[in-house]
């Protein structure tokens, strides 16, 4: 999606957000499996893109995928491409990633353009084995808040994926993710 990625220059300025981004760092890192999401939820105009697009930066290394969401402009205000993104950056892991996800859309082309639910249930799930486990997978989601369906209903589905599916992942998998409150 043509502007849905980071950019440096939005990041925090050098020096500042120290503590947050120390907190970010010791949580990507860190062993305990339980902790796959990250959520810096606070209001409008507060930093949270910026430390996003400032985690993107610093970690991109680790970084295997990432979403900035934005209200009212095309593609980057809908739900629906988010998974597609990531499975999208996914298959680019590895070969045997790639080439298992290729088949499973040669297989069912409809889940190309299917709810979050499925893609994340016929797609990712599935292929929890070839992902790499030797380092810390970073997925960043911004301004989450800012996507929508159906008009302006929030996608149910990714919601319920976001909360009460990432445990099937693998450990290693690190989801950062910027909302406002509502």
């Known amino acids: 999606v043509a502007g849905a990625s980071w950019d440096p220059d939005r990041a925090c300025l050098p020096e500042t957000r120290v503590a947050v981004l120390a907190e970010i760092e010791a949580w990507i890192h860190s062993a305990d499996a339980t902790k796959r999401i990250f959520l810096i939820s606070d209001v409008a105009g507060s930093g949270k893109s910026a430390i996003a697009h400032a985690v993107c930066s610093r970690f991109k290394k680790l970084l295997v995928s990432h979403f900035f969401f934005a209200r009212g402009v095309a593609g980057r205000d809908d739900y629906d491409m988010l998974l597609g993104h990531i499975i999208r950056d996914l298959a680019s892991l590895n070969k045997d990633l790639g080439h298992e996800i290729g088949s499973i859309l ?3 082309r409809t889940l190309v353009t299917a709810g979050a639910s499925r893609q994340f249930e016929d797609i990712i799930v599935p292929l929890h084995h070839l992902y790499p486990v030797d380092w810390p997978l970073l997925i960043v ?13 929030p996608e149910k589905g990714l919601l319920r994926v976001l909360c009460d599916e990432v445990h099937r992942l693998p ?12």
Request: charged share 45%.
């Open 106 to 108: 040669e297989q069912d």
């Open 141 to 153: 989601i911004d301004a989450l808040d800012e996507g929508r369906k159906d008009g302006d209903r």
């Open 171 to 182: 450990g290693n998998f690190r989801i950062l993710i910027t909302c406002r409150p509502d």
